[in-house]
């Protein structure tokens, strides 16, 4: 069991990196949509979900191959201490995001109504979710990797002779 949960993790970064590109795209077009207003509003909120997903796009694929190329490497290796960093930063990223977008722009679809930029706010609110969600899961693989590695072997008791 050498490559504990590695191809999981690099499923799941797959999946997230999946995800950080819808979220960049809709993120993008909304700041796109509210700079054509006269008075050039946007959400800065709107602006770190944007940016959380460029780096989850870039840090996704560099996580993976960590994964992959170290499967079998301690648990104190440089390369998933980096990783579980990396992933922390990114997990506060998303939830700070998902947390804000649902307490600030959309407290019971009464700041949006109805139409496509509310169906745009709403979407980019479940992929903040999502993406926090898949955050979330590949820590805890993360952490039952560690625990994997760091498990100390059974005592043996040994049988009395029958001498």
Sequence with gaps: ???????????TYAWLWTVAVILLGLTGYRIHVTEGYEENFYEPIIVELLVSACLAIIWAPIAGH???RNHSA???SPQFLS??????????MWLVGAVDTTNRIIPGKNWCGPGKQCRILTAILAFSWIGWSFLTIIGAMGLM??????AQPAPVKEKPSSA
């Design 66 to 68: 960590l994964v992959l």
């Design 145 to 150: 990797y560690y625990a994997y590695y760091s």
């Design 83 to 92: 990783e579980m960093a990396g992933n922390f930063v990114l997990w506060v």
């Design 1 to 11: 069991m050498s490559n504990t949960f590695a191809i999981h993790r690099a499923l």
């Design 74 to 76: 301690s648990k104190t």
